[in-house]
């Protein structure tokens, strides 16, 4: 959902006109749940508590409504914007009392829960994660311990809506979650929490999900400032042997992603010469001019203190490269298969395997493929995540299809492929399969057009992987 509202913003669908919608669908289930009487608003500082106060607004124009809010913190510190703002906005509303709870006593002292004819849990929302902290932990004792009807805004605070474990959570008597069902709301634990749960349409334009944008990369994990070597992503290339430049450029756009540790295993004919493209990349010779089997125990125990395995850029279609490349494959936790390795790769994967292709059109075909339209079910059939790239880029992990439409003409230029491998394989050691393909082919797309701006069909895959971390900041 954090991609998705990111995504919407940059479609021009703005944070404050979702806000709005959320609120006024909070507003419309209160009054249908009381008619008249007592409304106590508990709200956070994020967005979760911008929804809440739209809310209140909304119901401070009615007569029959008594509207109380209890900001958990200091107003002062309200997180974002389009929460700051419709705060703001209540000091032009009835509102029949407000006040900022940083200690527990100070709501238990008002008496608002105690008399209330309905409370509105919107604490916490979806930010959650570890053990619930003062006051809150407090809140969600007094709140549970009411008697009062609940409803909770997009999960119960507490609550963890990708499924994880919960400390302590409101027991709320209907959720409201807005746009789509999320994925810790459908556990059987779930149940004790959320009781009733209603899916509010609040307007996200579909586009906004559909389509890869800008959003998807801010679900991405962020450095932690403690990390050390190592933490953010140890990638193995498996390339070369009739060509040296493609590992090389998967290895350079894999370390401008943010990869710690990047080596390329590569036979001993060009090993030297990938060494010579960045004193960066770690270069590891096998034994022969193309890779074979000999070179598995090698390949073995290089995996072993990988993160990612890369494989297929430069390898060419010698036999016994393609019956070295089905042989490493099912020793991979974590694979991105391109260009020639696409040729030794055995369907369905095997598993234990997480894989991601990213085949062109000729590739898909070779594979069984036919076209865009048969991405999703061929992902699902051979359980793998694919990438099909194309002047849309399609990716589906058999589930879910999205489209990336970054990316122009000029990238035509050979080796731009291999950036996108190593960027996928860079964004596999710290995320999701599906989430590293679509950031990737976005990433991959957009640092192609910033380099079209300035270099136009001149453009080469070195100016691309130069324009990564500009679309990452």
Not at 94 to 103: K, M, N, P, Q, Y
Not at 160 to 184: E, Q, R, S, Y
Not at 385 to 408: C, H, M, P, W
């Amino acid at each position: 959902m954090r991609a998705i509202d990111a995504n919407c913003e940059y479609l021009g669908l703005k944070g404050l006109q979702l806000m709005e919608n959320a609120g006024a669908a909070i507003a419309r289930e209160v009054k249908e749940r009381i008619g008249t009487g007592k409304a106590v608003f508990i709200a956070g500082r994020g967005n979760n508590g911008g929804d809440a106060f739209v809310a209140a607004r909304h119901l401070s124009s009615d007569p029959d409504i008594k509207v109380y809010i209890a900001i958990v913190g200091q107003a002062s510190r309200i997180r974002t914007d389009d929460a700051k703002h419709n705060f703001n906005l209540l000091g032009h509303c009835t509102i029949e009392g407000l006040i900022e709870v940083t200690d527990a006593s100070h709501l238990k002292d008002t008496g608002w829960i105690d008399d209330s004819d309905v409370i509105i849990d919107a604490l916490l929302g979806t930010g959650i994660s570890g053990k619930i902290r003062e006051p809150e932990s407090t809140i969600i004792d007094m709140i549970n311990g009411s008697g009062k009807p609940v409803i909770a805004v997009d999960v119960p605070s507490g609550f963890d809506p990708d499924g994880g474990d919960v400390d302590k959570a409101v027991k709320a008597d209907i959720t409201l979650t807005f746009h789509a069902m999320k994925n810790g709301l459908t556990t059987p634990l779930a149940s004790k929490y959320t009781s009733e749960v209603k899916v509010v349409n609040i307007g996200v334009c579909s586009d906004a999900e559909k389509y890869v944008g800008s959003g998807d990369l801010k679900v991405l994990q962020r450095r932690r400032a403690d990390s050390h070597k190592g933490q953010s992503g140890r990638i193995l290339i498996i390339g070369g042997g009739p060509y040296s430049g493609a590992p090389a450029l998967a290895a350079m756009a894999a370390l401008r992603t943010g990869a710690d540790i990047v080596t390329v295993a590569a036979p001993a004919s060009v090993a030297g010469t990938i060494a010579a493209y960045s004193p960066d990349i770690i270069v590891r010779p096998l034994s022969s001019d193309v890779l074979c089997e000999e070179d598995i125990e090698t390949i073995t125990k290089l995996i072993g203190s990988h993160d990612v395995v890369v494989i297929g850029m430069g390898l060419g279609r010698d036999g016994r490269t393609k019956k070295a490349v089905s042989e490493i494959i099912p020793l991979c936790k974590k694979v991105v298969v391109d260009a020639d390795g696409l040729y030794g790769i055995e369907l369905p994967i095997p598993e234990g395997t997480e894989m991601i292709i990213t085949p062109h059109s000729g590739e898909f075909r070779a594979l069984g493929g036919e076209s865009a339209d048969d991405v999703k079910a061929f992902a699902s059939s051979n359980h793998l995540i694919i990438l099909l790239k194309g002047k849309e880029d399609t990716i589906s992990n058999g589930e879910r299809v999205a489209i990336n439409v970054t990316g122009n003409p000029g990238m035509t230029v050979g080796g731009t492929g291999d950036v996108l491998a190593g960027v996928t394989g860079a964004l596999f050691a710290i995320a999701s399969p599906v989430e590293a393909a679509c950031c990737a082919a976005f990433i991959n797309g957009a640092a192609g057009d910033l380099a079209f701006e300035e270099r136009g069909y001149g453009l080469l895959a070195t100016d691309v992987i130069d324009r990564i971390t500009d679309v990452m900041k």
